[in-house]
């Protein structure tokens, strides 16, 4: 099998819940560091546009959405299971609600003056002009939270979840770990790493231990690598060969499509449609550098439109 290369930034909280699914699954990959913000030259090549943080890479396949990249490694590593049985259909309706109502809370919270403080550290004034002008783009016509509206959601949240815990179980879906924990744990990540709104999490004694329980299985093992190398990776692999194709979507094999996130970040990505199933979507295009990619999209989140010209 070819390496798993994740390609993210250490403060990027939907990274850490993929480092930390690689933790679980005991996993050996490795790390490339991408630009936090805009330009992202060497991630467009192997994204062909898609711009968010993290995606994987196996040889030519790219992976994007964490909820596709969890998927994936759960297929390749089925032990432990990320999605156990036992953890029923609510896992994915859970997991889901964390990554975008949790997550939408979680940040302008953390954001606030007294927490951006300590995520941005000692960056100079210039770093957070442009930070917050890439990130406002990114999000133009999201009507985010105001903090006070952000920490009375957060509120309900997080006693949604301690109620979760009540009866003593380890994990929010039974005791054993399932993909609604690290959904969740990323942004209880986050807000932990700016101690003075952080006490917002003090009430919620079950959720504390459970966080630690998580925390606990750490990243697995990494090695550093470029981004040159990585792209070297791609051009000198052949994607593997997609064949699954749900005929019944409104779309033929060989299309030319976009492929773009129907929330924020609306970067479309150009390719020939390959593969389409309920769960996903692959689509092939060219790099000058980085050669023949596939890059695949989870279903849900992303709009697939026709483009004119049709592939031979
Ligand atoms: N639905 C996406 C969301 C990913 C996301 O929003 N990531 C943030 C970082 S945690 C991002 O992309 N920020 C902008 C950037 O890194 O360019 C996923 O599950 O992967």
């Known amino acids: 099998m070819h390496d798993l290369i994740l390609h993210h930034y250490a403060s990027s909280p939907f990274s850490e819940k993929v480092r930390l699914v690689l ?33 994987l890479q196996i040889g030519a396949d790219i992976y994007c959405d964490t909820a596709l990249i969890c998927r994936v490694i759960d297929r390749l590593a089925p032990t432990p299971p990320l999605f156990p049985v036992a953890a029923s259909g609510m896992q994915h309706m859970l997991a889901q ?53 952000a920490h009375a959601q957060l509120c309900s949240y997080l006693g949604w979840l301690e109620l979760q815990l009540d009866d003593g179980r380890k994990f ?48 697995g093992s990494h090695e550093q690598m470029s981004s040159d190398d ?20 409104g779309f033929e094999p060989g299309q030319q499509v976009s492929v773009t996130p129907a929330d924020y970040a609306q970067d479309p990505v150009a390719g020939t449609l390959r593969g389409l199933t309920r769960d996903e979507v692959a689509i092939e295009r060219h790099d000058e550098r980085a050669g023949r990619v596939m890059v695949h999209f989870p279903r849900i989140g992303y709009q697939i439109r026709k483009s004119e010209k049709k592939d031979a």
């Open 23 to 55: 933790g679980y699954k005991g996993l050996v990959w490795k790390s490339v560091t991408v630009p936090v913000v805009l330009p992202k030259p060497d991630v467009v090549a192997l994204t062909g546009g898609y711009r968010r943080t993290p995606f």
């Open 97 to 149: 609600w964390a990554d975008s109502t949790l997550f939408w809370v979680a940040i302008p919270y953390t954001m606030q003056p007294a927490g951006a403080v300590h995520i941005f550290g000692n960056a100079p004034p210039e770093v957070l002009k442009m930070f917050a002008a890439d990130r406002a783009a990114m999000t133009a016509g999201m009507r985010r939270p105001t903090v006070a509206d």
């Open 172 to 219: 929010l879906c039974g005791d054993a770990a399932c993909i609604a924990d690290f959904s969740v744990a990323q942004s209880l990540w986050y807000i932990r790493r700016a101690p003075p709104v952080a006490t917002v999490l003090g009430p919620y004694a079950r959720l504390g231990e459970w966080f630690e329980r998580l925390q606990a299985f750490g990243h």
């Open 230 to 249: 990585a792209l070297a990776v791609a051009a000198g692999t052949a994607a593997v060969a997609v064949t699954e194709f749900d005929g019944h979507q």
